[in-house]
């Protein structure tokens, strides 16, 4: 199944939905080892990947967006308190939210940091802003708050999954997980 339908998650959903997880979790690694690297060939390397990887964050979420709007969102089961529907609704809000804001929160900090910059080292991104430090140091701060938050953020949304799997013994998280096909 392609498309989402009122009660499961289509493959092309779970695709983004599980590659975007992976790069976020890449991206946590390769922010946290480029910061923290002492100044080296590979530093500089590190941060490349950093934001390119930020950068195919921020295309993956744009056609995410698309392609969901495009579809209906599967009904959460019939069970669920309407406390939790709002709490689902605007946890899913914020992530999608924070997963634009912190790759443009990092194109603001490189473009005002005035760093030239090429995606994967081949194709060169524009300033998004002119050349500003006291806006870099701004933008680099607001950056890490964004890091600080999408990281309670997606604690949350991968304890709640764990928590509608093993205690409320739900749909929920396996409808978006990849479909296994067993062996004959």
């Known amino acids: 199944m392609i498309r989402n339908t ?40 590190l941060f490349v990947w950093h934001k390119s990887t930020g950068v195919l ?3 993956l979420m744009v056609l995410r967006m698309t392609w969901r709007l495009a579809n209906p969102v599967p009904d959460l089961p019939d069970a669920i308190a309407p406390w939790e529907r709002r709490a689902a609704h605007l946890g899913h809000f914020l992530l999608y939210a924070m997963l634009f804001a912190m790759p443009i929160s990092g ?26 430090h006291a806006l870099a140091r701004l933008a680099a701060r607001v950056h890490l708050a964004l890091f600080i938050g999408l990281s309670v953020l997606l604690l949350l949304h991968v304890g709640a999954a764990l928590r509608h799997h093993l205690l409320r013994r739900n749909n929920v998280l396996t409808r978006m997980l990849p479909q296994v096909r067993g062996r004959a």
């Open 6 to 45: 009122r009660d499961a998650w289509g493959s092309v959903a779970k695709c983004f939905h599980w590659t975007v997880a992976l790069l976020v979790l890449a991206q946590f690694a390769l922010g946290l080892a480029a910061v923290s690297w002492r100044l080296s060939p590979l530093k500089l390397d």
């Open 57 to 59: 964050i921020l295309v």
């Open 107 to 132: 194109w603001v900090v490189n473009s005002a940091a005035n760093i030239p910059f090429r995606i994967f080292w081949q194709v060169p991104l524009p300033g998004i802003v002119e050349p500003d």
